[in-house]
């Protein structure tokens, strides 16, 4: 089946290390997103990627970093700038602007 | 920054009654999407509208797209159990990008 992977589900970081979520898509999308959520809170957008070799800022980028080398991964890297990292970050794709895939999500915690 | 509100951003129904969540914006959208997030998991796609004054069912759940492209809606009849969730809209503001609103929370009581 096609879908996104995210790895770990649960992660717990202790204060200064940098952490690298991963996320991984079959669907031949083109596009790929990483979002933040807080509890009881919406989404909002870390960085984004259109194409391999590509990526921009979303809203609230500073702290992260991502890499897009192959169509297929989209990692994002938590690092220790990120003054407050505990959240759970969704991983989706696209195509066309259609509607997005999300993967099931890793929780972060700072120990 | 171009917004989008959503309201309410809570809302507790008894089981069998019906439940309407709102999207409004001040600037036209050129299309409004919609999710589910079931308590714990991930937001999973519903729909997409992109017609002035489109509307479109899903067994008990409508979606309206206003007229001046501006506001949104999801009504859900004689809601159950399953329909536990928060429920987002989206949009893109002409460019890739999807931006969420703030969700409704929806509880049922049984």
């Known amino acids: 089946d096609g879908g996104i992977t995210q790895s770990p589900k649960y992660l717990f970081r202790k204060e200064g290390q940098n952490v690298t979520l991963s996320c991984e898509q079959n669907?031949?999308?083109?596009?790929m997103y990483w979002y933040r959520q807080d509890p009881g809170q919406g989404l909002r957008l870390i960085y984004y990627s259109q194409i391999v070799n590509d990526f921009q800022k979303g809203d609230i980028a500073e702290g992260y970093s991502v890499s897009r080398e192959k169509k297929e991964s989209f990692p994002l890297t938590v690092t220790s700038a990120q003054k407050n990292p505990t959240a759970f970050y969704l991983c989706?794709?696209?195509?066309?602007?259609?509607?997005?895939?999300f993967g099931s999500g890793t929780r972060l915690t700072v120990v | 920054g171009q917004q989008v509100m959503q309201i309410p951003q809570y809302q507790h129904v008894q089981e069998g009654e019906d439940f309407t969540t709102y999207c409004n914006s001040s600037t036209t959208l050129s299309n409004i999407q919609w999710y589910k997030q079931r308590p714990g998991g991930h937001p999973v796609f519903l729909i997409q509208?992109?017609?002035?004054?489109e509307v479109k069912k899903q067994k008990r759940l409508t979606f309206q797209f206003g007229e001046a492209k501006k506001n949104s809606s999801l009504h859900i009849t004689a809601t159950q159990t399953t329909d536990v969730g928060t429920y987002f809209c989206a949009h893109n503001f002409g460019n890739e990008k999807l931006t969420f609103g703030t969700g409704t929370r929806l509880t049922i009581i049984p």
């Open positions: 509208l992109v017609k002035s004054g």
């Open positions: 669907l031949n999308h083109d596009a």
């Open positions: 989706a794709s696209s195509i066309n602007r259609a509607g997005y895939t």
